[in-house]
């Protein structure tokens, strides 16, 4: 009941009570005419809602960050009676929507609506409630709609990022054990070449053949990529929490492309309440990467350096290491130093606002020991 419903039925009690104390059948007549009008209002919104049906389906599930993804949206009512409005509530990957539709009866009128797609992640959308009101303004109702929804997934966007070019002499204890791997791996044998080396000649079968033949060896594979991002909870209020999620994950997308497309394997562990090993030898590979990281919260229960920790422990074929976090401590930049001095080469990719002298301390300490710093402004705009 609205607020007209109110003063309607005040303006009926009214006519009845004088109806009642001049006995002038006009106030009679007026007062039924007002009845009439509040049952018929009344019918035809209780009809209204019973009777419609709502369906919402999306052209596309899935959706690159920024852009919108398209909904149609399908709504059928039986009600026969004069109705004023329908309005939707429609969920979205951002703040819920109000529409307002106009549909006659038993014919299914449709409708098209772009929903924003401000933020990363995987969201349920589609329509949550729908009300009613009769075309005289006086009753209002509402119910909720099930079976109205559809996980809408959007993924982060790829920045621009230069690859981590790995060498020889950066690949940790790798750069000790690769001539030992070539020796143990042939693969077959060849003629002479200028610039082959003596120590792979063979030396019975060049005898045999009267000709020099040297040995050929499988070619070790590429030193591999660890990216690492920080992915424990963001202490910021909501819309500053969601902008830091979506640096930091399109950070780390940009630097696993980057990498990809270069020939460097990669590999990123994501821990948090699902924890997962993404893996990838190829830029084809890249699209894993994606959907890792469209679905992967914030909300791991470790300390971003005891990830770290963990982590060296394990880097026996890791040439380079890019950290993404929002949180540079001493203890972080500890850790990257001393992956850079075991060999690794090291970016470290610090999600933070452009304030003056903050952190610069830390910064430059990094710098001197030879680990990248780039700082990535979750506010700026893309690039």
């Known amino acids: 009941m609205t607020v007209r419903a109110a003063a309607l039925l005040a303006v009926l009690v009214t006519l009845l009570a004088t109806g009642l104390s001049t006995g002038v059948p006009a106030y009679y007549a007026l007062a039924a005419a007002a009845g009439a009008l509040f049952c018929v209002a009344l019918a035809s919104v209780l009809l209204l809602i019973v009777t419609v049906r709502v369906r919402a389906e999306a052209a596309a599930r899935r959706a690159q960050r920024g852009e919108n993804a398209l909904m149609r949206l399908r709504v059928r009512h039986w009600g026969l009676l004069p109705v004023g409005s329908l309005t939707a509530q429609v969920r979205t990957a951002s703040e819920p929507e109000t529409v307002e539709i106009t549909c006659p009866a038993i014919r299914e009128k449709e409708r098209s609506l772009a929903l ?10 589609g329509v949550e409630r729908v009300t009613a009101r009769d075309v005289f303004g006086l009753w209002r109702v509402s119910r909720k709609v099930k079976g109205c929804s559809f996980l809408l997934e959007v993924t982060p966007r790829v920045r621009r990022a230069e690859p981590l070019e790995l060498g020889a002499g950066d690949t940790g204890p790798e750069a000790r054990s690769r001539s030992a791997e070539d020796n143990a791996s ?3 044998i060849r003629e002479w070449r200028d ?4 120590k792979k000649v063979h030396w019975k079968l060049s005898m045999r053949r009267r000709e020099i033949i040297v040995r050929t060896y499988e070619e070790t594979a590429r030193p591999d990529t660890l990216i690492l991002v920080d992915l424990a909870p963001i202490g910021a209020l909501r819309g500053q929490m969601l902008a830091i999620e979506d640096a930091a994950c399109e950070t780390a997308l940009a630097a696993a492309s980057a990498q990809l497309r270069a020939g460097y394997p990669v590999r990123m562990p994501l821990s948090c309440s699902r924890p997962v090993e993404v893996q990838g030898a190829q830029p084809a590979d890249i699209a894993r990467f994606v959907e890792a990281l469209t679905q992967a919260p914030f909300d791991c229960a470790y300390p971003y350096e005891q990830l770290l920790a963990v982590e060296m422990r394990r880097m026996q074929r890791t040439g380079g290491a890019v950290l993404v976090t929002a949180r540079l401590t001493m203890r972080v930049a500890d850790t990257a130093m001393r992956m850079r001095a075991g060999g690794l080469r090291v970016r470290l990719c610090w999600i933070t606002e452009p304030r003056a002298n903050e952190g610069d301390e830390i910064v430059a300490r990094l710098a001197m020991a030879g680990v990248e ?11």
Not at 373 to 383: G, L
Request: net charge negative; with cysteine.
């Open 116 to 125: 924003p797609c401000p933020h990363r992640g995987v969201y349920q959308a």
């Open 195 to 198: 610039g082959d080396e003596l």
């Open 186 to 188: 042939p693969s077959g």
């Open 373 to 383: 710093v780039h700082r990535i402004d979750p506010f700026a705009p893309f690039s």
